[in-house]
């Protein structure tokens, strides 16, 4: 039988706090370019800077859904 990660409440609110500090920034970026682009002022050095911002944004994304899950431990029914 596979053993669920414990761990306290105090973790997971240090963890997910940290995920907020450092995405929050990312996503205040990124919508304000969204919202330039959608206003017709284009400006290239901010779409260069935008693209690896977002690529760091989808890994932040899936380092905390993996964090998630590791959390929850694995599905009922799965080995």
């Keep these: ?16 706090l940290a995920y907020l500090i450092v995405g929050a920034p990312l996503v205040a970026y990124l919508w304000e370019t969204l919202n330039e682009i959608l206003a017709g002022d284009i400006y290239a050095p901010r779409l260069l ?7 760091v944004l989808i890994v932040l994304l899936v380092l905390l859904a993996r964090q998630g899950q590791r ?9």
Excluded: F, K, Q, Y
């Excluded at 039988?1 to 997910?16: F, I, K, Q, T």
């Excluded at 959390?71 to 080995?79: A, D, K, L, N």
């Design 1 to 16: 039988m596979a053993e669920r990660n414990e761990v306290s409440v105090g973790r997971r609110v240090v963890v997910m």
């Design 71 to 79: 959390w929850e431990g694995p599905e009922p029914g799965r080995s």
């Design 49 to 55: 800077i935008s693209l690896p911002l977002l690529v």
